[in-house]
């Protein structure tokens, strides 16, 4: 069910009249949307934001690290209306302990390039990935550096 707040946004509304389940949750804060997203249906939600919401853009694919807190990862997507002038934040949570979450890839081709970068520095695997492989870091580094349990000095041998 759509909570109260968020009935006034159409965007909010049109995502759970697509499917009830979908939507966690979102707040609207310094003139942006945000809308939670189970991480199950983030593909099929953002086919539905690109399709039949005009968010033909995807600005970028990042995550946050909220260790220790559970669930642990959030990951974030970043999208763009340019018919409507309009910004949609869309943020899925998921669970620390082997991160992963649908790729996006076959909605915006140019997620592919984001999704390698936050697999890479944080070790979220995207499932159905076309190539999900390291982009920053070199083939033979050991963990992911962005995550906070990550060694300040590295790991040493």
């Known amino acids: 069910m759509l909570a109260e707040h968020l009935k006034e946004h159409a965007v909010a509304a049109s995502v759970d009249a697509f499917d009830q389940e979908a939507l966690r949750g979102g707040e609207y804060a310094l003139g942006e949307l945000t809308l939670e997203i189970a991480p199950a249906k983030i593909a099929s939600v953002c086919g539905f934001l690109k399709y039949d919401q005009g968010f033909i853009r995807l600005s970028t694919v990042t995550a946050v690290d909220r260790?220790?807190?559970?669930?642990?990862f959030e990951v974030v997507y970043l999208l763009h209306s340019i018919e409507?002038?309009?910004?949609?934040?869309?943020?899925c949570r998921i669970a620390g302990d082997a991160p992963e979450i649908e790729s996006v890839t076959s909605v915006w081709r140019g997620a592919?390039?984001?999704?390698?970068?936050?697999?890479?520095?944080?070790?979220?695997?995207?499932?159905?990935?076309?190539?999900?492989?390291?982009?920053?870091?070199?083939?033979?580094?050991?963990?992911?550096?962005?995550?906070?349990?990550?060694?300040?000095?590295?790991?040493?041998?």
Request: glycine residues 8%.
């Open 67 to 72: 260790y220790p807190a559970e669930p642990r």
């Open 84 to 91: 409507h002038k309009q910004r949609l934040r869309v943020k």
């Open 112 to 157: 592919g390039w984001y999704e390698r970068e936050v697999w890479d520095l944080f070790g979220i695997r995207f499932t159905g990935h076309p190539d999900l492989k390291r982009i920053m870091m070199p083939d033979d580094w050991e963990g992911h550096p962005l995550r906070k349990d990550y060694p300040v000095t590295g790991h040493r041998v």
